[in-house]
């Protein structure tokens, strides 16, 4: 039994990347290949430096020359190399090579696995850091269908063997966490980063399929990814699948729509019609070069503390009902979604928000942070072709009906939100519905929970079918309970 002494700490015993590559390659049933293009072979060397590799590597290869690569991989059409369906082809064309290769009469309890990465590191002149696709394809069980885990990387380090080696590492703990950790995908998903800072390297998207993979919903990983800051936003398109956020924003005029959507209403929906047509009348934007996010923040998601996450889920699957591509992230000011989106696209930007977020982006104290405060936020948000579409607001007292013009801002910033009205950056939606003006999200969600009728005719007709349907926000529990209180 080890020593320990009064005052002693417990923490996690991290074993090094060695270890990890010399339990792999002590294991006589794990076997397979790996695949690297891009940055050297950075992740094999990880297993021939630890000892006993020839009883875990039957091949190891990098195709650096495109012909070569096409040769033997086949063509994208988009004659593009680092891309998931180009790291899909390796999996499949290695995992069918080994299938062929290794006679399982031989050998009836090797475990095949099939590592690729096809990666772009920094360029010579900096400008670019760098991103890449890394996966494996593995079993568990030596019958066993194949699981898969695919995962998008951005580099952050500004040296190009800096980038080498830690790819290498990430490498060797995705291998480990696949085999070790596949029955703990939230834990497996922090083990890739043992030995490597947050800053050096970002991954922002990852799918897991397979048979030990069933019952995980990868939305629900991509929350993990923002919420252990491995990156600062995720999204997920209408079918529930993870994105590469380039690949959907890549180029595109950008509406955006944040808000806590618990659950979405006729109010919400309003506002994306509304401002949706209004985006599309503005010069150089039209619905085939248009992309429309519904943003949840993590702040949103915190709302009543720690993240639940079958709320969460919830309201993923009311706005992928809606056809809806979702957005997650760690943006609580404005001007960072702005930033994110800029990334991507040089285009038209739209914000859809309500006239209390308005409020809230002409309001220092959100900018304290800043060595230039407000005026450097506001450079950032409002630049390029940025616009504000802005939702009224109903007193539930006087009735009266705010917009940009009656809006009250704090007495400092009024000149400075002057200029931005009289500039066009903020445009009233007019053509609203009145008749929804006095539903709120937290209202309904409030009926929802005490079992109370009549909040159905709040929410699109879709949406209220879903949440009886499928028991969203409790609905089945908290009605039965109100049943119940009424008899006794």
């Not at 792999?24 to 695949?35: A, D, K, P, R, V």
């Not at 609580?332 to 914000?351: A, D, I, P, T, W």
């Amino acid at each position: 039994m080890p020593i320990t002494i009064m005052g002693d700490k417990e923490f996690e015993n991290v074993p090094s990347i060695n270890s990890k590559a010399l339990r792999i390659n002590l294991n006589e049933n794990i076997y397979g290949t790996f695949s690297e293009i891009g940055a050297g072979q950075e992740t094999v060397r990880n297993f021939f430096r630890a000892g006993g590799a020839s009883g875990t590597i039957a091949k190891a290869m990098s195709a650096y020359d495109k012909d070569f690569s096409d040769a033997i991989y086949g063509v994208e059409s988009d004659r593009r190399y680092v891309t998931e369906a180009r790291l899909k082809k390796m999996l499949s064309h290695e995992t069918r090579l080994i299938e062929e290769r290794i006679s399982r009469e031989k050998h009836p309890n090797k475990l095949f696995f099939t590592y690729a990465n096809t990666v772009a590191t920094i360029d010579f002149a900096k400008k670019y850091k760098g991103h890449g696709w890394v996966g494996i394809r593995y079993q568990v069980e030596p019958k066993e269908d194949y699981n898969e885990i695919i995962l998008h990387i951005r580099f952050h380090e500004n040296d190009a063997r800096h980038q080498q080696n830690t790819l290498g590492i990430l490498g060797v703990n995705l291998i480990y966490g696949a085999y070790y950790k596949y029955d703990n995908p939230k834990k497996l998903l922090r083990y890739l980063y043992d030995h490597i800072d947050k800053d050096q390297i970002e991954i922002d998207t990852i799918n897991f399929s397979g048979p030990r993979f069933e019952n995980v919903d990868n939305r629900l990983m991509s929350l993990q990814l923002v919420k252990n800051g491995m990156t600062e936003a995720v999204m997920f398109g209408p079918d529930g699948n993870n994105v590469l956020p380039a690949k959907i924003l890549y180029k595109k005029n950008i509406l955006a729509l944040r808000g806590s959507f618990r659950p979405v209403t006729k109010v919400n929906m309003d506002m994306y019609e509304r401002s949706k047509e209004m985006f599309f009348r503005e010069s150089k934007v039209s619905k085939e070069n248009t992309e429309i996010i519904f943003e949840i923040t993590l702040s949103n998601l915190r709302a009543e503390g720690e993240i639940d996450e079958r709320d969460f889920m919830d309201r993923a699957e009311l706005l992928c009902s809606l056809g809806q591509t979702v957005m997650i992230s760690n943006f609580q000011e404005y001007y960072r979604v702005v930033e994110y989106f800029s990334r991507y696209s040089k285009q038209r930007m739209g914000l859809t928000m309500g006239v209390q977020n308005l409020i809230d982006v002409f309001d220092e104290k959100y900018y304290r942070h800043l060595s230039g405060g407000i005026l450097e936020a506001f450079g950032k948000l409002f630049f390029k072709d940025l616009k504000v579409y802005l939702y009224p607001l109903k007193d539930p007292d006087t009735g009266e009906i705010t917009t940009s013009e009656n809006v009250k801002v704090h007495p400092r910033m009024k000149e400075l939100y002057k200029f931005f009205k009289y500039n066009g950056r903020v445009e009233d939606i007019t053509d609203y519905n009145p008749e929804i003006l006095d539903i709120y999200s937290r209202e309904v969600l409030k009926m929802i929970s005490e079992g109370k009728d009549g909040w159905e005719d709040m929410l699109p007709e879709k949406t209220t079918k879903m949440i009886k349907e499928q028991n969203l926000f409790h609905y089945k529990e908290s009605k039965k309970k109100a049943e119940n209180t009424q008899k006794v």
